[in-house]
């Protein structure tokens, strides 16, 4: 089945404790994206990128780290955790077609992360 | 500036056709018209995309306006499932797959 896979689903940590949320797709995609969604802002893009070893900022990158080492693999990281990074994040994968037409982003489950 | 608005709310009742209204009068010549919808704090989920004609698949139907200012996203027979906000997204041609979600419209289906 296709999917993407995020782990943790749920998360509790203190401020200042390093933490990686991994995110997986088995669908070969080049692009992944991470996003937050809070309430009234809506979605919010983190980082994205585009294949392996290429990565780049998107809206709200403050507070966030990336690594792209393998195609299937983008995972999240809080080198320090702050309060105003609560948030429920989403991961996504898509196919990089320039010519196709055919194009959708596929979402993982979300991981609701609390610092407190 | 926003790139789509949308109402805020919707309702319909079960069975029946939910059309769901966007504007987008800004759109430019290489901007497709996404849509995605999200149940209840659920990963959003594609549902269709546009660039000029009407498109139909499995999920809804999509009305493009000639002038491409504005879309309708048609869902034929409404289900308690469907209830979900619905994002209208409008984004280059495919190949930049950076997807900028508004506010959307809530949409409530009643038996």
């Known amino acids: 089945e296709a999917q993407v896979t995020q782990n943790p689903r749920y998360l509790i940590t203190v401020t200042g404790k390093k933490l990686t949320v991994t995110c997986s797709q088995n669908m070969n995609h080049e692009y992944m994206s991470w996003y937050r969604q809070d309430p009234g802002l809506g979605l919010r893009q983190i980082y994205y990128s585009m294949n392996v070893e290429v990565t780049d900022k998107g809206d709200v990158p403050e507070g966030y780290k990336v690594s792209r080492k393998e195609k299937r693999n983008f995972p999240l990281i809080l080198e320090s955790p702050s309060p105003n990074q609560t948030s429920l994040y989403f991961c996504?994968?898509?196919?990089?077609?320039?010519?196709?037409?055919?194009?959708?982003?596929?979402f993982g489950p979300g991981t609701r992360l609390t610092v407190t | 500036d926003a790139k789509t608005t949308q109402p805020t709310s919707m309702d319909c009742a079960e069975g029946r056709a939910a059309n769901l209204p966007c504007n987008h009068s800004?759109?430019?010549?290489?901007?497709?018209v996404y849509w995605y919808r999200q149940i209840h704090s659920q990963g959003p989920q594609y549902i269709i995309h546009g660039l000029k004609n009407n498109e139909t698949n499995e999920m809804a139907s999509l009305i493009i306006t000639e002038d491409r200012k504005s879309s309708t996203l048609i869902l034929p027979h409404a289900t308690l499932r469907d209830t979900a906000v619905y994002y209208c997204i409008v984004s280059p041609s495919p190949g930049y797959s950076t997807l900028t979600f508004g506010k959307g419209t809530m949409l409530l289906v009643s038996p």
């Open positions: 996504a994968s898509s196919l990089f077609s320039g010519t196709s037409g055919r194009y959708e982003q596929y």
């Open positions: 800004t759109i430019s010549g290489n901007e497709y």
